[in-house]
């Protein structure tokens, strides 16, 4: 143990749940609606098997490295042609926003955890603290990600997967 209020909900859901890089700790329980910090823990009591598809994790189901940073440069590259709303949000170059996505979800994915190697917690929900996010930005997020995912091809049971996940996520970094 690492001496953390483990017990504590609101823990559980800001800190436990959000900011684990990788990594499923044995002894960590799932509480009924909290939100998995990661797209491999089971959203709920009973998930037995693998809901992305046959391989082992979803980094693997969708191809590897190249195919995670394709996702990630398209999902960026859609948001500079067709969504003014999120384009204002975001710096005039945006090489190291594609790049830290692509590394954020390395991991996240369940593949090398590249960007905690390089940049330590990710602390995703308080980084989105200084933009304004409530549903219409979290939809407008996920409208982008969907376009990303048609781009590069992502087939059921994986897509289907990763839209539940992402919304999950998405609607969590909401702070309006
Ligand atoms: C809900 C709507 C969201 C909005 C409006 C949003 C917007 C932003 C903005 C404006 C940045 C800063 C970009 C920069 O300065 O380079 C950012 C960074 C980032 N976002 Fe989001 N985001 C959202 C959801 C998400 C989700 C769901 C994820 C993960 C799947 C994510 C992952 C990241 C990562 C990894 C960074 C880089 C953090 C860093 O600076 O180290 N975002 N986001």
Not at 57 to 71: D, F, K, S
Not at 80 to 98: F, Y
Not at 105 to 119: A, C, Q, R, V
Not at 133 to 155: N, S
Request: aromatic content about 10%; proline content about 10%; charged content about 25%.
């Amino acid at each position: 143990m690492d001496g953390r209020p483990r017990q504590n909900p609101a823990y559980r859901r800001t800190r436990s749940v959000q900011e684990t890089p990788t990594g499923v700790s044995c002894s960590f329980r799932m509480s009924p609606g909290a939100l998995p910090w990661h797209p491999m823990m089971p959203s709920g009591p009973v998930e037995t098997s693998h809901p992305w598809g046959d391989e082992a994790t979803p980094y693997l189901e969708i191809g590897g490295e190249e195919r995670v940073r394709a996702l990630a440069e398209s999902f960026y590259d859609i948001i500079e042609e067709d969504s003014p709303v999120l384009r204002a949000m975001l710096p005039a170059n945006t090489t190291n926003t594609r790049r830290k996505l692509f590394m954020y979800l390395s991991g996240w994915l369940g593949g090398p955890p590249l960007y905690e190697e390089k940049w330590g917690h990710p602390r995703l929900r308080m980084r989105h603290f200084p933009f304004t996010i409530g549903d219409d930005e979290a939809a407008e997020w996920m409208r982008c990600m969907r376009a990303a995912f048609d781009r590069v091809d992502i087939d059921e049971p994986l897509r289907t997967f990763l839209d539940e996940r992402f919304s999950q996520l998405a609607l969590h970094m909401r702070n309006q």
